[in-house]
């Protein structure tokens, strides 16, 4: 299953940290033993290698974890930066936020949406487009003028075309 690349990526885990903590202490302790024991006890060195291996493991996790939590943040801010160019550029924008999914189906999803500006929480009818929606997703779309009318109360259901939404980017509320 492909994950979210709206959401950030999460930096620490309760079980990296417990094995660094774990690691760090066993590395610690054979080095002591090894200080100790000088010259003597050989096997003390195989389990300096294999303690020295398991903390280059985790230092390889925890890189990756930061390299990876580093790529997101640029990919966030190109999407935001490009959002909001296309802001700029177009009059009668409105920036929406894809709560969850209900129903997929082939041509298109049944969603919960929340208006930013406003608050706004409403289900809502997302045509399939060029892009992959998920939850999380800030949207930038062009209001359907023959739904939301100023003075008149919100639609039941709001139904957003495809061609309506002008970009997406993450939601600064999760990253």
Not at 27 to 47: D, E, K, N, T
């Amino acid at each position: 299953m492909e994950s979210n690349p709206m959401i950030k990526p999460q930096l620490s885990g309760g079980l990296l940290v417990a094995m660094t903590v774990i690691i760090s202490m066993a590395l610690l302790y054979v080095v002591a033993a090894i200080i100790l024991a000088w010259p003597g006890f050989q096997s003390i060195w195989i389990l300096f290698g294999v303690t020295l291996l398991a903390a280059g493991l985790i230092f390889w996790r925890w890189a990756r974890r930061v390299q990876g939590r580093r790529q997101w943040q640029q990919f966030a801010n190109r999407q935001w930066e490009y959002l909001t160019r296309i802001k700029g550029e177009h009059e009668a924008t409105a920036e929406i936020t894809v709560l969850s999914f209900e129903e997929i189906q082939p041509t298109g999803s049944w969603a919960t949406i929340r208006w930013n500006k406003f608050g706004y929480v409403q289900p809502v009818w997302i045509e399939n487009g060029t892009f992959a929606v998920w939850p999380e997703s800030v949207l930038l779309i062009r209001p359907d003028p023959t739904q939301i009318q100023v003075g008149a109360p919100w639609p039941l259901t709001y139904y957003l075309r495809s061609h309506a939404c002008l970009a997406i980017a993450p939601s600064l509320t999760r990253a």
